[in-house]
């Protein structure tokens, strides 16, 4: 839209230029609108500085220039333009100035400039729709397009359409606001994505997908048509539509195909760092604990340039969150709390960064601190107290303090009668033997649903849950009451009934016996069914075997007549061959040998002489004579000083020396060596 007012404010000055007959000035404006036709407002800005140089008040000049920084991506440039010459210009420039300070992200300024305007021309009002929605004043700017849509017809009616879509799916899935109809097309990929995004925000998961699907269909179908599309350019365009797929993958808890589908994302390096920042947090999401050390790279991509005007501050938040639960993962202590403090700051009354803190306090093992946190959190925020309670109960129990921790839930007034509340307080009231007052429990939800639901459904079971306890635990008296309420809403009830009876018959016996009358008879009661039927029956698992009958055998035998059974003769047990039956047995036999009382482990005998001990092959008898601790007297090896020399001349011994004695081995126990077999074949000699 710019471009082509720019382009006929060009032409229009230069005819005037013309006409008037300025010779040079003339030639420069040909120049501006021969570049401003052919979109080289670079050559366009050197010829507009010209001619300012004439004429530095020339609001024509002035406002080509504005449009060609612009055009050229000049917005601070131009935003200096047009404070300087604010006087000249007036509010001629009114949409450029607020459209360079919603590209400079100084949204405030573009809106407060926008509403100063005298004039709400449909430039200022498209405009107005984009600031209103960065500010995510979504019901305004929902009023916007529609209104926009309504009053004008144009080439631009399906980028319209386009951007109501967006916020319709803003509001669905930021603020949770249920969907209007209002006759929106999916005829192109970008309004089909955004009806696939609304339906994520009302939780309408496998209908979404069906949605991006279709959309993927129609945005390959209409880059398809183009000859200079490339399938790399596809895929960029599709990388939106895949990283929602993703995110839905991952909803529906079909995390690998999401991550797999989120990495091919991250491969393509998108140009849109608000798309990258999404796709690598929801990575981390993943990864929670696990596999920090890619977490850790797939954050840098959140700390991009640019990203916090690209994303909403829900967005924002849900990153920060998962920046400190990483700085947590990975032992990260200090940065933890200090982005957890950050976080708590920026959002006061929220209790997640509270939450983070107190998570990083427990990996510390400092439990008490960590109550102390949570307690003074609900005492500033009570609206927001109910989270935070659940989780003081949390921590009172992993230190033992069952009493306290009921104590905590009992303070919950939001889910102080709810059904899974009343079962964890009796449950823990139980487990410390506090029976009374999980009676308690019991009785101010019974008359809490009795002031608030009469009869109902949850009424009537809580009744029967309270009435089945107190029986369990031996409290008939209590439970007359709760019984009674029972039996009158149903008085077929049978099974109250009786324990209603059993309870009355330690109070009351009269009462027991006038209720008994209500009970069926045993006529009634018992079920006419033939037994043998049912067990020859096709499904019966176990059919009594009758004795069949044998011809002949038709005694009649007379009434009280006993009948005598023959008592069959127990045989003797035999007795071992070596038994004396005379002996008294062993009272022990059958216990192990080593746990009797009379076991004395073995004895250990003398070492039996073994041939091979000693010097090398000397026998058993050698070993014995040569052994000197065996003999009286054992003659020395070499003669003594001053001995006579006669007494060296001793017998001759017929010992035969160690190493040339051979063991002796009975031939009987011998057993001959094998004969070696003689290599070369068959034959004999």
């Known amino acids: 839209m710019c471009t082509s007012s720019t382009s006929a404010e060009l032409r229009a000055h230069s005819v005037k230029m013309a006409s008037g007959g300025g010779g040079s000035v003339a030639s420069l404006w040909t120049e501006v609108n021969r570049c401003g036709q052919n979109g080289d407002y670079t050559r366009a800005l050197k010829a507009l500085t010209k001619i300012l140089q004439e004429n530095r008040d020339d609001v024509t000049a002035l406002r080509c220039k504005i449009v060609c920084l612009v055009q050229n991506g000049s917005f601070k440039e131009a935003l200096n333009v047009m404070n300087t010459h604010s006087k000249v210009l007036g509010s001629e420039v009114v949409f450029e100035k607020a459209y360079c300070e919603y590209r400079l992200n100084r949204v405030e300024s573009a809106l407060k400039t926008i509403e100063g305007a005298p004039e709400q021309t449909d430039k200022l009002k498209e405009l107005y729709g984009q600031v209103l929605y960065r500010l995510e004043r979504y019901d305004e700017c929902k009023s916007v397009y529609t209104d926009l849509i309504r009053n004008s017809q144009d080439e631009y009616e399906e980028e319209r359409k386009t951007n109501l879509a967006a916020v319709v799916a803003a509001m669905s899935q930021w603020e949770k606001s249920p969907l209007d109809d209002l006759g929106l097309p999916e005829s192109t990929y970008e309004l089909c994505y955004n009806a696939a995004c609304a339906l994520i925000g009302q939780g309408q998961l496998t209908e979404a997908f069906n949605k991006l699907r279709q959309a993927e269909e129609l945005c390959r179908i209409s880059l398809a048509d183009d000859s200079d599309v490339t399938e790399e350019d596809i895929e960029s365009e599709l990388a939106v539509i895949h990283s929602q797929m993703a995110y839905v993958m991952q909803l529906q808890g079909r995390t690998d195909e999401a991550l797999q589908l989120y990495n091919q994302v991250i491969k393509l390096k998108p140009s849109d760092v608000g798309l990258l920042a999404v796709t690598a947090n929801n990575i981390i999401t993943i990864n929670k604990d696990q596999n920090v050390f890619d977490s850790k790279k797939k954050v840098k991509l959140t700390n991009a340039e640019g990203v916090e005007y690209k994303l909403a501050k829900k967005q924002l938040q849900a990153i920060d969150f998962n920046k400190a639960l990483l700085a947590m993962y990975t032992n990260q202590a200090d940065q933890c709390r200090k982005l957890s403090s950050s976080l708590q700051s920026q959002n006061p009354g929220h209790p997640r960064p509270v939450l983070i803190q107190v998570a990083q306090l427990c990996r510390e093992k400092q439990h008490s601190k960590a109550i102390e946190l949570l307690q003074q959190f609900s005492d500033q925020h009570p609206e927001s107290a109910s989270g935070i309670k659940l989780t003081m109960a949390q921590l009172y129990l992993i230190q033992g303090h069952v009493t306290k ?59 029967r849950e309270a009435a089945d306890f107190k029986l369990k635990y031996g409290r008939k008296k209590e439970a007359i009451s709760d019984l009674e309420q029972l039996w009158k809403q149903n008085t077929n009830d049978i099974h109250t009934l009786a324990q209603l009876i059993s309870a009355y018959s330690l109070v009351n016996t009269d009462k027991a016996k006038s209720l008994s009358k209500h009970l069926p008879s045993a006529e009634t009661m018992s079920f006419n069914v033939d037994v043998d039927e049912l067990e020859n029956s096709h499904g019966a698992t176990y059919i009594r ?45 059958w216990l192990p040998m080593r746990e009797r009382s009379y076991y004395r482990g073995k004895k250990k005998g003398k070492k039996k002489e073994q041939i091979g001990k000693g010097t090398q092959g000397a026998t058993a008898a050698a070993s014995a004579e040569f052994d000197a601790s065996k003999t009286a007297s054992s003659p020395p090896t070499s003669p003594r000083p001053g001995s006579a020399s006669g007494s060296s001349s001793a017998a001759p011994s017929n010992v035969v020396p160690p190493r040339q004695q051979k063991p002796a081995a009975s031939g009987a126990t011998r057993k001959k060596a094998p004969a070696k077999k003689k290599k070369g074949g068959k034959g004999g000699w």
Do not use: W
């Open 405 to 463: 921790a009921c104590d905590v839930l009992r303070s919950i007034e939001e889910f102080k009668y709810k059904a899974g509340m009343i079962s964890a307080l009796v449950t823990m009231y139980s487990h410390e033997e506090d029976i009374d007052s999980a009676i308690d429990i019991f009785k101010q939800a019974i008359e809490h649903y009795q002031s608030e639901q009469p009869g109902s459904a949850a009424h009537l079971a809580l009744v």
């Open 545 to 589: 075997k009758k004795a069949a009958k044998v011809p002949g055998e038709n005694l009649i035998k007379e009434q009280g007549q006993d009948d005598v059974k023959k008592k069959r003769k127990k045989k003797k047990g035999k007795l071992p061959k070596n038994c004396d039956p005379k002996a008294t047995p062993d009272l022990e036999r």
